[in-house]
């Protein structure tokens, strides 16, 4: 299976090269869309989270943030 590709255009030539990644390339890539899984899904739990302790304690995130000296 091919890799993706990637383009490279040097915009005071105006020359363009599409070429394969390579395969340290695709790694990292494949690791950096991971990493940003993982980081929406800790941002969505995160939200869940203090929603739900918003809730139990019975007030709104603006009175959190009063509480605990937000501006």
């Given at each position: 299976?091919?890799?993706?590709?990637?383009?490279?255009?040097?915009?005071?030539?105006?020359?363009?090269?599409?070429?394969?990644?390579?395969?340290?390339e695709?790694?990292e890539?494949?690791?950096?869309?991971?990493?940003?899984?993982k980081?929406?899904?800790?941002?969505?739990?995160?939200a869940?989270?203090k929603?739900a302790l918003l809730?139990r304690?019975g007030?709104t995130?603006?009175?959190?943030?009063?509480?605990?000296?937000?501006?």
């Open positions: 299976m091919s890799n993706p590709i990637i383009r490279i255009h040097n915009a005071l030539t105006n020359e363009i090269i599409d070429r394969e990644m390579t395969d340290i695709l790694a890539n494949n690791a950096m869309k991971e990493n940003v899984k980081e929406k899904t800790e941002r969505e739990a995160n869940v989270s929603a809730t304690l007030i995130a603006e009175e959190a943030q009063l509480l605990l000296g937000g501006n």
